[in-house]
């Protein structure tokens, strides 16, 4: 993942307003963003130390109650020193926004279920609108981003859906393991009308014996109700595991029955 240095570094590349030896000061900036306001964040550094004189704050197109320290005057480029009061507002702005979209994206490749993309936040941006709703591959701002700090965002999303359908195919996978070993005697499954949960033999399983519900009296097929949401490979394993018994057992709504 990118790290707020590097992002630091890169905004004060990108945009020449301030010396390489600011990066350091950029990235701790950049991070106290996450807690202050970044206006504030950025005033407190120009405030901090001895002040211009009024002369040189007139001499530098700064009006006399704006606060730049000599430090803090020292870190500007030429570039910059034709904006001072924005400048390390800007190059801040990039580094906090770019490390922002570093931590999202890296969020995202933490697992097979989740997924980032860019969201735009000005329309009129054409740079983000371009990238609006498309994957998002990496933090940088689009070159053709129409501000120079970049407030391109990221959505984040996960699948629920799929972690818990993985999950449960996973289930039966192992529970069909069992089946071919013959560790089950019976399973339990639910009746498809009350959802009472019944116990049922392994031998009563096949798609000619019905079973009939203890509570309400539905009487349903075990076969019919096992296969339904068993698909692909684990249907065909069972298939092709039980066919010479003549009774195909699935494995889709059952689990081991207490002890």
Not at 34 to 52: D, E, N
Request: charged share 25%; with cysteine; net charge negative.
């Amino acid at each position: 993942m990118m790290t707020i240095e590097e992002a630091a570094k890169e905004a004060v590349d990108a945009l020449q307003y301030l010396r390489p030896s600011a990066v350091s000061n950029v990235a701790h900036l950049a991070q106290s963003c996450g807690f202050q306001h970044p206006r504030s964040v950025v005033t407190a550094h120009r405030k901090a130390g001895p002040q211009l004189s009024r002369n040189e704050k007139r001499e530098a197109g700064i009006r006399a109650n704006g606060f730049m320290s000599q430090s803090a005057y020292e870190e500007l480029t030429d570039a910059g020193k034709a904006k001072p009061m924005e400048a390390h507002y800007h190059t801040v702005m990039r580094a906090f926004f770019t490390h922002n979209r570093a931590r999202e994206i890296e969020r995202s490749s933490s697992s097979p279920y989740a997924s980032a993309s860019y969201r735009s936040t000005f329309p009129d941006c054409r740079g983000c609108a371009r990238l609006d709703g498309t994957e998002a591959e990496t933090p940088t701002p689009p070159p053709d981003c129409d501000y120079e700090w970049c407030p391109l965002g990221i959505r984040y999303s996960f699948d629920f859906l799929g972690e818990v359908v993985d999950n449960a195919n996973a289930r039966r996978e192992a529970m069909v393991d069992g089946v071919l070993r013959g560790d089950y005697e019976d399973f339990r499954l639910r009746c498809t009308a009350c959802s009472h949960p019944l116990v049922v033999a392994v031998d009563e399983i096949s798609a000619d014996t019905p079973v009939s519900c203890e509570r309400c009296g539905h009487v349903f097929s075990t076969y019919g109700v096992l296969r339904e949401a068993v698909t692909g490979e684990v249907k065909k394993r069972l298939d092709d595991a039980l066919q010479a018994s003549e009774r195909l057992v699935d494995t889709s709504s059952i689990s081991k029955p207490e002890p």
